[in-house]
């Protein structure tokens, strides 16, 4: 680290991978170069930093993604009820068909855990690169839930409003995402050659636009539906000098790793866990900045 850190009140997004792998190749997936090698992988290393992260900011996020969290349901388990009720927490996944676990055992999971999960985030994609468990069962979790959808290069936009009616019919909000890893700081907030901006305003209603340094989101309605455009940057760093003077390294997400260790960057770079109990807040930036975000 080269500056003192500053964070959102609360404190940074933390996000944790899950020490176990999913079977799924999905083109766009970042992660999954890191499943590759699973040696050093150890879940009681990972509930230390979790306990850590709690003690340093007992009230920001947490996110649960990998790999599958839902492929090992007692390891799941052991993550979850490490996290006080003071947190928010959240879990991305594709809610897989495995033989490890029927449905109904899934179902039942987030029957039990209803009171401390967030939200599930489901992926489901316009073109299918994975078994997908059946939408009457994603209709059944017990907790709330949101489809993730990536409109990766040239997906088929003839198959958007279908797509969308799908899961209108159990009122399931959508979040569309650009390909992180193609987001710059020139093209976050551009608008006119948006290919995917273009194709939802032709089709939906547009309802407004959040955002802040790091990411945004396109708000829009369809019959009721609420549905979001997100687009964030490839890291969670930015570097900016305040008005003293002062360089701060701003963070926005802190990640714990499959082996415990804790970073401060999607790009590698390991947290300073004492300098972070110094961390500077600031209010969270994320604002709207046109139209109306009532959802």
Known sequence: MSNPYKTREGGATVTVFVPYDCGNHCPFCINKKEYANCEGFSLEAILKSIRTMNELTPRCDFVFTGGEP????????????????????????TFPVQQAYTADEMIAFTEKNRDKITCI?????????????????????????????????????????????????????????????????????????????????????????DGCRMRNGFHFDYKGLHMTYHKTLPYSTIVEKDADGVTYDILYDILIKQTGEIHSDWTGVKLDVDAYRKVVYEPYDLRVLNGVVDF
């Open 70 to 93: 839902f492929a090992d349901l007692a390891a799941l388990q052991q993550m979850l009820d490490a996290i006080p009720t003071t947190h928010k927490v959240y879990i991305n996944t």
């Open 121 to 209: 985030n489901i992926s489901r994609h316009l073109v299918k690169y994975v078994e997908e468990s059946p939408d009457e069962v994603i209709a059944r979790i017990a907790c709330p839930t949101r489809i993730n959808c990536v409109l990766f290069r040239n997906y088929p936009a003839d198959r958007l409003l279908d797509y969308v009616e799908r899961f209108r019919r159990y009122n399931i909000p959508i979040q569309f995402r650009y390909d992180y890893t193609e987001t710059t700081p020139e093209n976050l907030y551009e608008e006119e050659h948006d290919k995917i901006l273009q194709d939802l305003k032709r089709l939906f209603t547009y309802k407004g636009l």
